[in-house]
């Protein structure tokens, strides 16, 4: 499975980008697609996450703000974020799970601007 992620910019504070994240390969397996926030020198957390089901599942601190979204034609996940705040920034990235496995995208920088 491969990942490729884009959408990411610059964005002042209280605007909105959205990140897409389009699958190929051996897709069929996937039982979820998520997004992850990292900050320099932080951990990687999930932000937001999406099951082949639709049942989503979202970090508190974009609960509101983000919403995650499938378009199974296009094999691509969207995160669309809004009211965007400084902490938001980060490099966000697309993560896939399969049964034997997790995959990652190459990540793609968000910088919110107070």
């Known amino acids: 499975v491969q990942l490729q992620a884009s959408g990411g910019g610059l964005v002042q504070a209280g605007g909105s980008l959205r990140l897409s994240c389009a699958a190929s390969?051996?897709?069929?397996?996937?039982?979820?697609m998520g997004w992850y926030h990292q900050a320099p020198g932080k951990q990687r957390y999930m932000v937001a996450a999406i099951t082949t089901s639709n049942k989503t599942n979202y970090a508190d601190s974009v609960k509101g703000r983000f919403t995650i979204s499938r378009d199974n034609a296009k094999n691509t996940v969207y995160l669309q974020m809004n009211s965007l705040k400084p902490e938001d920034t980060a490099v966000y990235y697309c993560?896939?799970?399969?049964?034997?496995?997790?995959?990652w995208g190459q990540g793609t920088q968000v910088t919110v601007s107070s």
């Open positions: 390969g051996s897709i069929s397996a996937l039982n979820a």
């Open positions: 993560n896939a799970i399969s049964p034997w496995k997790d995959y």
